[in-house]
Nanobody, 119 residues
Framework: QVQLVESGGGLVQPGGSLGLSCAAS????????MGWYRQAPGKERELVAT???????NYADSAKGRFAISRDYAKNTVYLQMNNLKPEDTAVYYC?????????????WGQGTLVTVSS
């Protein structure tokens, strides 16, 4: 089992920056990808950015050029640095880990952290 604990959400003004962290624990060896998703009020959860174990990354179009995902394997932590934030970035941000075990593939979710972009 993998557990994820997020931190770093909060209130930020438009144009500001905010960093999110997600620490993984448990069966770390089973993780082959980690990422961030978000869900705004009244909308479906959507991809923000992901990174897999070979270091490659993938971003939603809305995040390209403004957000950066990184992973510290020594700390079992994935980060999301968000710059030039806009009101439409307001959402609950969820950390995600994709795992591969002898029993199959699984997705693990964090509890979510609220990011509010407002003046």
């Amino acid at each position: 089992q993998v557990q994820l604990v997020e931190s770093g959400g909060g209130l930020v003004q438009p144009g500001g920056s905010l960093g999110l962290s997600c620490a993984a624990s448990g069966s770390i060896y089973s993780i082959y990808a980690m990422g961030w998703y978000r869900q705004a009020p009244g909308k479906e959860r959507e991809l923000v950015a992901t990174t897999i174990n070979d270091g490659s990354t993938n971003y939603a179009d809305s995040a390209k050029g403004r957000f950066a995902i990184s992973r510290d394997y020594a700390k079992n932590t994935v980060y999301l640095q968000m710059n030039n934030l806009k009101p439409e970035d307001t959402a609950v941000y969820y950390c995600n880990a994709k795992t591969r075990t002898g029993y199959g593939y699984f997705e693990i979710w964090g509890q979510g952290t609220l990011v509010t972009v407002s003046s």
